[in-house]
Structure formats: structure tokens, C-alpha cells
């Protein structure tokens, strides 16, 4: 006996496994925020530093830290998140994330013509918390798919 398959479920089957890298996850540790943006306002403080060595120095330190978290994120979560393939509810807060960091930029920006200890906070206080809201927002999104999905 042959069995058919209904071409709408075996649809949504596909879109939950597509969904899956993207709603299925780990939740990251709450150090996380906090993290980002003090590697942000290393950044900052390091771009700002006079001397070619020792700017160098600082952004080799951090590119290293950079590729070590992202090695750690990528096994603890077992994929990178991307806007290609993502569910339409997380793609938007992908989108919208992107338009959050042109802002910080723009603020840090604003804020090295005034000094750049200013800047250095700033990317500090903006990135951490966006970092946070990105999260939330993030869990949110995630939990409208699943609920879409399920």
C-alpha cells in the first residue's frame, strides 16, 4: 500500500525545519550585552589611540577576541544566524538591528567631535543596550514564529 503525503503538510514541515537554526536556540548568557559593549567601546577607546603600534596592538587584541566569541557563539548555538532564509518575524529584527547599529554609529560619531572619552561611553551605554533590546526583541520574534509554525 502506497502512502500519499499532503503537499501542504509536508510545506509547512519544510518551513519548520527552515525556521528551526533560527528559533531553536540556546538563550545567551546575560554577560552578553554587557560584553558587546565594552569590546565596542574598546573599539572606540582604541581607534582613538595616538601611535600606529600600539593601535595596531589594540585591534589585533581585539579581532582575536572578536573571532574567539564568534568560534564559541557558532558551537554553543550550532549555526550563525542570517538574513538569508530567516523567518519573515526575525528577518524584520534583523533589519531592524542593522538600522539600530548606523544609529550608534552615527551617535559615536557625534559624540568623538565633542571628545572621545564621550565617544567611548557612548559606545559603551548605546551598544549594550541595544545589544539587550535586540534580545528581547529577538525572543519575541521567535516565540511569534514558533506560535506561526506550530
Known amino acids: 500500500m502506497e502512502s500519499f503525503s ?6 509547512a514541515d519544510a518551513e519548520r525545519a ?8 540556546p538563550k545567551t548568557p546575560a554577560w552578553y550585552p554587557p ?3 565594552v569590546w565596542a567601546a574598546a573599539l ?7 601611535g600606529h603600534t600600539l593601535r595596531s596592538a ?4 581585539l579581532i582575536v577576541v572578536e573571532v574567539l566569541f564568534l568560534a564559541w557563539y557558532r558551537r554553543k548555538r550550532g ?21 539600530g ?17 564621550l565617544a567611548v561611553a557612548v559606545a559603551l551605554v548605546l551598544v549594550t543596550a541595544g545589544v539587550a533590546a535586540y534580545e528581547r526583541r529577538y525572543e ?11
Not at 6 to 11: F, K, T
Not at 18 to 25: C, E, I, L, N, Q
Open 6 to 11: 499532503d503537499p501542504r503538510q509536508d510545506l
Open 18 to 25: 527552515a525556521a528551526a537554526p533560527y528559533v531553536d536556540y
Open 35 to 37: 560584553a558587546v559593549g
Open 44 to 50: 572606540v577607546a582604541v581607534l582613538g589611540v595616538d
Open 58 to 61: 589594540g585591534l589585533a587584541v
Open 79 to 99: 549555526v550563525m544566524p542570517n538574513l538569508r532564509g530567516a523567518p519573515r518575524e526575525i528577518a524584520r529584527e534583523m533589519r531592524w538591528y542593522v538600522v
Open 101 to 117: 547599529a548606523l544609529v550608534v554609529v552615527a551617535a559615536v560619531v557625534a559624540a568623538l567631535t565633542v571628545t572621545s572619552l
Open 140 to 150: 519575541v520574534a521567535a516565540a511569534r514564529t514558533r506560535d506561526r509554525l506550530a
